[in-house]
């Protein structure tokens, strides 16, 4: 069994920023793709942005340049590094992992974390 425990989530006013950070734990002999997604209310989960277990980085157009994905592999850690915040970034954040157990390879998913961006 895995865990991802989420942080960093909260209140911030537009222009300012917030780190998420999500942590893996439990039976993990591999980790492979790390990612953020949000749901924002109404509205579909859409992928942020994901790293790859070789530090390439993918990100939605609409956070390009102000948002940045990274990893600490040896802590089993993807932080979520989100600048000059605006108002349409409120959403619920997720991390998920692609990891292997030794047994099966499978997804994980975090529990959520509320980002609300408002003056």
């Known amino acids: 069994q895995v865990q991802l425990v989420e942080s960093g989530g909260g209140l911030v006013q537009p222009g300012r920023s917030l780190r998420l950070s999500c942590t893996a734990s439990?039976?993990?002999?591999?980790?492979?793709?790390m990612g953020w997604y949000r749901q924002a209310p109404g509205k579909q989960r859409e992928l942020v942005a994901a790293?790859?277990?070789?530090?390439?980085?993918n990100y939605a157009d609409s956070v390009k340049d102000r948002f940045t994905i990274s990893r600490d592999n040896a802590k089993n850690t993807v932080y979520l590094q989100m600048d000059s915040l605006k108002p349409e970034d409120t959403a619920v954040y997720y991390c998920?992992?692609?990891?292997?157990?030794?047994?099966?390879?499978?997804?994980?998913w975090g529990q959520g974390t509320q980002v609300t961006v408002s003056s």
């Open positions: 998920k992992i692609r990891l292997h157990d030794g047994t099966t390879e499978y997804d994980q």
């Open positions: 439990g039976s993990i002999f591999t980790i492979y793709d």
């Open positions: 790293i790859t277990s070789g530090g390439s980085r």
